[in-house]
Structures are given as C-alpha cells and as structure tokens.
Antibody, heavy 120, light 105 residues
C-alpha cells in the first residue's frame, strides 16, 4: 500500500520560504508511470494544483505560481520537495502531496495534508 | 482550461439520484477527466478516472459520463456516506480542478 506523508514547518513568516517534504512509502518513487504532485486547498474551498515532478526531474508548474516555485526530488530517499518563496498570508492553506498516474492523470494516493500558516 | 461545476450545493435526501455537472472551457480528452469525493478532514478520494472508469473501491452506484466540454458524475441512490463534496479534475498541458459541489442532507 503506497503512502505519502507531508512534513515541514507549519508556521512561516511573510516574505520567507515555505518548504515541505513528501515521503513516499510502500512503493518506489522511481517510475515513469507516475508523477509526483503538490496540491493545496484553502479552508472550506476548492483545490489548486501547484506543480508536479517526474522521477527524471522534469517539472511542471502552475503558471500563476511558477516564479516562486521549486519542486525537486530525491529518488534515493523516496522523497520529493516543495519550496515556495516570498510567501504571503494568501499562501496559508492545506498542502497535499499526491501520486499522479501518467496514463490517466488521476490521483489515487494522497497524503493527509499539512496545514501551513503564513503569519508573523 | 477552466472547469466549472454546477450546482455549487445540492440539498438532497438518502435514496435520491444526483447528477453533478462539470463544464470545461475548451474540449478536453476524456482519458484525463476524473472525479473525486472529499469528506471533511480527509484528502480527496478518487472515484472516477478516464471519464467513465470506476477507481478501485468505488461503489457501482457512482457513474461518470460525457465528452467534449460537458461531463457528469451521477450517484444513482444516495447513501448516508455520500454526503460530501465532489470535484472534477483535468490533467492536460496544465492541471485544473473544478470548484466543487457540496452534496448535503
């Protein structure tokens, strides 16, 4: 059973960098059949795709966030990472990591989510 | 691609049939249209992928359909555990989610 777990600071100051790690267990992150995503959700609201990465290191970002994003991967540790710079209160959200299936683009496996608050 | 779901909220009773609409701003590939269910405090759960295929564990009262720009999720008879929020999702050159439809009692 594949499991994903988000970790990282839950409180970030404005203008600083939000950094999260997703640790994958129960399966290898090395697979061209899947891609590894970050998705966020504002409380009580909809979902916003942040970006994703393949095990090759190829990345695809939401154009509205791209200038502030870096998603990276460490296949030796079965982890992938999110860095978002220059955060504001508007970046306060529940951040999910998820595994996407390349053939259908769907997300079957999700982490439980990490609530990150941007506040001084 | 923008996905617009309707209605935003549905108030229904157990046993009723429900259809949720997802309209895309341009024609999309049916292979990449999916539906999710989300209960409070939980991550989304994949229900339908490829427009019509049920994911592992999805009860057969859930069905998906559509093509072009118009897609639907139908629940044939609402069970108590189906009261939740539903999202459509498209994976293309970019990734989009619909705004969600809350099905409430």
């Amino acid at each position: 059973q594949v499991q994903l777990q988000e970790s990282g600071p839950r409180l970030v100051k404005p203008s600083q960098t939000l950094s999260l790690t997703c640790t994958v267990s129960g399966g290898s992150i090395r697979s061209g059949a899947y891609y590894w995503s970050w998705i966020r959700q504002y409380p009580g609201k909809g979902l916003e795709w942040i970006g994703y990465i393949y095990d090759s290191g190829s990345t695809f970002y939401n154009p509205s966030l791209e200038s502030r994003l870096t998603i990276s991967i460490d296949t030796s540790k079965n982890q992938f990472f999110l860095n978002m710079t220059s955060v504001t209160a508007a970046d306060t959200a529940l951040y999910y990591c998820a595994r996407g299936r390349h053939d259908y683009g769907d997300y079957y496996y999700w982490g439980r989510g990490a609530l990150v608050t941007v506040s001084s | 691609i923008v996905l617009v779901q309707s209605p935003g909220t549905l108030s229904l009773s157990p046993g009723e049939r429900v259809t949720i609409s997802c309209r895309a701003s341009q024609t999309v590939r049916t292979s990449y249209l999916a539906w999710y269910q989300q209960r409070p405090g939980q991550p989304p759960r994949l229900l339908i992928y490829g427009t019509t295929s049920r994911a592992t564990g999805t009860p057969d009262r859930f069905s998906g359909g559509g093509s072009g720009t118009d897609f639907t999720l139908t629940i044939s008879r609402l069970e108590p555990e189906d009261f939740a929020t539903y999202f459509c999702h498209y994976y293309g050159n970019s990734v989009s989610f619909g705004g969600g439809t809350k099905v409430e009692i």
